[in-house]
């Protein structure tokens, strides 16, 4: 089977090892890809961003599926482009893809549909927001969230007037370009946040989803969750302390009403949906939605996924998947990013990386080969990966597999899942505080 394969990072990567582990061969196409792609199969130099570009390509060499790792291809159309041509096609059209396209999209999707989610404004002139600053009547901090994508970092939680003044000033003043002209102020969430991913097959006249283990990934850049956010530093899944019930009461409150508000309003969904959620006092409530799978959410559900991925992937792509329970290896997994020096400000390219064999699965993000050696091309170097019977077996796999990686400079989190491991040790459940 011919499969092309968009994106050339991480969570592309780990897909990659995933379909080439198929029952069924596969010829495997990245796009743009990388040099670590490359081993896995043939890299092309096409433009995400240019859906007629991919949707020639397709046109000339008919892949059997197109499956799509990051949201900027989805929400400038490749998606429409490649299914006009009758190509099965993993992903949303840019319709859909709005939900993580458009902040003030999605707010408004979920406030009609009943979803819970932060109470919130949105704003596209500097007068109205300074006077909603000025009379916010919310608590501190103040989220504002650049209405379009702005590559992870269009989203500031202001712990103060001035701060939140000075943001959104920012923002309008065009920061993130055209993205930040139009800003969502949302009131703080307090609580537990945590990944859920869910395969959706929806258009008219069908509605099937499976969810997908939740994760719980780790943002600052430092251990303690100290300093800025990043890309992820690392995640892990499921979480030990969340139960079947709390599992059933996100179908009921966050997945469901999803599903049920896409058919409302006439859209199709053929993709994934990864429900950034946060579980407060209320219970849980929908913090945004990407269309996409996480990175690294996706190195640790790759680990669990006991399923042939190809085939599943192909199920949702063609409308033929049926709601089920998905087939898991009863582990936890974790993944623990590598990151570059100076990251996440900038990363210090070309460094040469020392690589030798961790027990655990390599997975490369931000790599490049040169002279037949591997070195740093990215602010996400590389993630190992690996799944145990438990999350302290996890981490005890990861931490000794981190002496076989190294490179001056080099960044990395060693409390991935420490603190959760500690939360159920303690007889706590998602519902305590965290």
Not at 26 to 31: K, N, P
Not at 331 to 354: M, N, S
Request: aromatic content about 6%.
């Amino acid at each position: 089977m011919k499969i092309l394969l968009l994106g050339s990072g991480g969570r592309e990567y780990a897909m990659a090892l995933k379909l080439k582990a198929s029952a069924t061969a596969v010829e495997l196409i990245s796009a743009p890809g990388s040099d670590a792609l490359a081993e896995l199969g043939a890299c092309i130099p096409v433009d995400l961003e240019a859906p007629a570009t991919v949707a020639d390509w397709c046109a000339a060499h008919r892949p059997d599926l197109v499956i799509a790792g990051p949201e900027v291809p989805l929400v400038a159309g490749v998606g429409d482009a490649v299914r006009a041509l009758g190509i099965p096609f993993f992903g949303h059209d840019a319709a859909t893809a709005r939900l993580e396209g458009s902040k003030a999209f999605a707010k408004d999707f979920m406030q009609r549909h009943g979803i819970p989610c932060a109470a919130s404004h949105t704003v596209a002139d500097l007068a109205t927001g300074e006077a909603l600053i000025r009379g916010w009547s919310h608590g501190y901090p103040i989220v504002l969230k650049a209405d379009g994508l702005a590559a992870g970092k269009g989203v500031v939680l202001a712990q103060s007037e001035a701060e939140a003044l000075e943001t959104f000033r920012a923002f309008m003043a065009g920061q993130f370009g055209e993205a930040s002209k139009r800003v969502v102020f949302e009131a703080p969430l307090v609580g537990m946040e945590l990944s859920l991913h869910v395969l959706v097959d929806v258009d008219a006249a069908h509605a099937a989803y499976a969810l997908l283990p939740a994760c719980q990934d780790h943002k600052r850049i430092f251990d303690n969750d100290e300093g800025p956010n990043t890309g992820g530093m690392g995640a892990f899944g499921p979480l030990p302390f969340l139960h079947p019930q709390d599992m059933a009461r996100m179908r009921k409150d966050l997945v469901e009403p999803t599903l049920r508000g896409l058919q409302a309003d006439g859209l199709a969904a053929r993709g994934v949906l990864f429900l950034g959620v946060m579980w407060t006092a209320k219970g849980p409530e929908l913090l945004e939605y990407n269309v996409r799978f996480g990175d690294p959410e996706t190195q640790v559900l790759m680990q669990l996924l006991d399923e042939d991925l190809v085939a599943l992937l192909m199920d949702v792509a063609t409308g033929r998947f049926q709601s089920r329970e998905l087939c898991l290896k009863q582990h936890t997994a974790i993944a623990v990013v590598l990151a570059a020096e100076d990251y996440p400000e900038g990363a210090k390219k070309g460094v040469p990386i020392t690589l030798g064999n961790p027990a655990v699965t390599v997975i490369h993000a931000g790599t490049r080969k040169v002279a037949g050696s591997w070195v740093t091309n990215g602010g996400r170097v590389l993630n190992l990966a690996t799944s145990a019977p438990d999350l302290a077996s996890a981490r005890a796999a990861i931490l000794a597999a981190l002496d076989q990686v190294q490179w001056p400079g080099m960044q990395v989190r060693r409390d991935i899942g420490l603190k959760a491991l500690r939360h159920a040790q303690a007889g706590k459940t998602v519902q305590d505080a965290w």
